[in-house]
């Protein structure tokens, strides 16, 4: 009986263990299965970053996820969330979302690019007509202290229920930027 306890543990975890994959996963993952940081290569990310651009500065705050439920791909995964702040040139604050719960970002990652090796991220904005667009990064030093930052905007569309209908939507984000680790 002890023996059979024990075949049945072993079996549970090696199911469990078998179900775990590498960030850098290119192929199918299967339902319910674990996208894992095994190398802890998100580590690197997480911390405050700044940058300037246009006169203004922008701070941004990664933080990484781990073993969280993904509700449309349905398997777990760790990956970066990001919180961002921008003031201008006389320190006044343009954008801050740094507030916000974790689950209410604004910024998600989304894996790994096979093609280069950036991070991608989603961006989407509600308090600003749904802007929303693609972000990717990718550290320029080995020290992995300076962040290469490109942002393509995706979704521009304003409609007259949009409060910057007249005038446009203010950007956010910079289009191109070095971010230095703070």
Same mark, same amino acid.
């Given at each position: 009986m002890k023996n059979i306890l024990l075949f049945i543990l072993l079996s549970i975890s090696m199911s469990y263990a078998a179900q775990t994959y590498p960030l850098r996963t290119f192929t199918d993952i299967p339902e319910n299965a674990y996208l894992k940081d095994i190398n802890n290569e998100l580590n690197s990310y997480t911390g405050t970053w700044k940058g300037s651009w246009d006169n203004k500065t922008i701070f941004i705050i990664f933080k990484k996820v781990t073993n969280k439920y993904d509700?449309?791909?349905?398997? $777990? @995964?760790? $990956?970066?969330?990001?919180?961002?702040?921008?003031?201008?040139?006389?320190?006044?604050?343009?954008?801050?979302?740094?507030? %916000?719960?974790?689950?209410?970002?604004?910024?998600?990652?989304?894996?790994? @690019?096979?093609?280069?090796?950036?991070?991608?991220?989603?961006?989407?904005?509600?308090?600003?007509?749904?802007?929303?667009?693609?972000? @990717?990064?990718?550290?320029?030093?080995?020290?992995?202290?300076?962040?290469?930052?490109?942002?393509?905007?995706?979704?521009?569309? %304003?409609?007259?229920?949009?409060? $910057? $209908?007249?005038?446009?939507?203010?950007?956010?984000?910079?289009?191109?930027i070095i971010l230095i680790k703070q």
């Open positions: 509700e449309v791909f349905k398997y $777990y @995964r760790d $990956y970066l969330i990001g919180k961002f702040k921008v003031v201008d040139v006389n320190g006044n604050i343009m954008f801050d979302n740094t507030s %916000l719960p974790d689950d209410k970002v604004k910024i998600e990652g989304s894996g790994f @690019r096979k093609k280069d090796n950036k991070y991608s991220l989603i961006y989407i904005d509600d308090d600003l007509c749904g802007a929303s667009g693609n972000i @990717r990064i990718i550290f320029t030093d080995n020290n992995k202290t300076k962040l290469n930052w490109e942002y393509f905007y995706q979704n521009e569309i %304003l409609t007259s229920s949009c409060q $910057y $209908y007249n005038t446009g939507i203010p950007q956010a984000l910079p289009k191109g």
